[in-house]
């Protein structure tokens, strides 16, 4: 059974950060593609990162470059995401995806919530300006 599970979420202040963890089981961590999304309310579920099985390539959504970092340790089945310069816009429920498609990132799709077969349950962060 796999199981995807998000933490580090949380209240913080505007210009502060995060790091979000994404601890995985049940599947085999290392040829799994891995990303992260995030929803506000009232909004659809939008791609935030993603990071290849190997953790050679990354990819992030515009309004998160330069201040968001996705990495993972295979060895210890774990994903992050470093989340520094925050801004009230970033206020969401944090979700992180694995997805079997190894070469995702490289394809037109790469951020289309249909392509990731297993998600976690979500941590929220909340910006308090």
């Known amino acids: 059974q796999v199981q995807l599970v998000e933490s580090g979420g949380g209240l913080v202040q505007a210009g502060g950060s995060l790091r979000l963890s994404c601890a995985a089981s049940?599947?085999?961590?290392?040829?799994?593609?891995m990303g992260w999304f995030r929803q506000a309310p009232g909004k659809e579920r939008e791609f935030v990162a993603g990071?290849?099985?190997?953790?050679?390539?990354?990819r992030y959504a515009d309004s998160v470059k330069g201040r968001f970092t996705i990495s993972r340790d295979n060895a210890k089945n774990t994903l992050w995401l470093q989340m520094n310069s925050l801004k009230p816009e970033d206020t969401a429920v944090y979700y992180c995806a694995a997805t079997r498609k190894m070469s995702l990132l490289y394809s037109q799709t790469y951020d289309a919530t249909n392509q990731y077969d297993y998600w976690g349950q979500g941590t929220q962060v909340t910006l308090s300006s």
């Open positions: 990071i290849t099985a190997s953790g050679g390539f990354t």
């Open positions: 049940g599947l085999t961590f290392s040829t799994y593609c």
